[in-house]
């Protein structure tokens, strides 16, 4: 079976950047839409960022519309998070997710068929 594997999380201080990947083994993303959620200490998993399987359009969550870029590369079926302007509230593990069907339900991870294992991002202060 595939699956999705996060790279690129660590610990960085307020203000950073990091760029997040979501690459896939045994499966074609290309045919996917593609999704960012996280999950802080406590929280429940929450919506960051969704792209469409040909690149457009995007969809971002308010907490990091303007910080936040979401692209992919079909060729190499990865895609990515682009953080930058980090804040101490963006600590979470973030998860990549692949939604087989049509949906402009993008924001709901119930809609998401396949999962990665989670990358985790802290920001210090």
């Known amino acids: 079976q595939g699956q999705l594997v996060e790279s690129g999380g660590g610990l960085v201080q307020a203000g950073d950047s990091l760029r997040l990947s979501c690459a896939a083994s045994?499966?074609?993303?290309?045919?996917?839409?593609m999704a960012w959620f996280r999950q802080g200490p406590g929280k429940e998993r929450e919506f960051v960022a969704a792209?469409?399987?040909?690149?457009?359009?995007?969809y971002y969550a308010d907490s990091v519309k303007g910080r936040f870029s979401i692209s992919r590369d079909n060729a190499k079926n990865t895609v990515y998070l682009q953080m930058n302007s980090l804040k101490p509230e963006d600590t979470a593990v973030y998860y990549c997710?692949?939604?087989?069907?049509?949906?402009?339900?993008?924001?709901?991870?119930?809609?998401?068929?396949?999962w990665g294992q989670g990358t985790q991002v802290t920001v210090s202060s």
């Open positions: 997710a692949a939604a087989v069907y049509y949906s402009d339900n993008y924001y709901n991870p119930g809609r998401y068929n396949y």
């Open positions: 045994g499966r074609t993303l290309s045919r996917y839409d």
């Open positions: 792209i469409r399987w040909n690149g457009a359009p995007t």
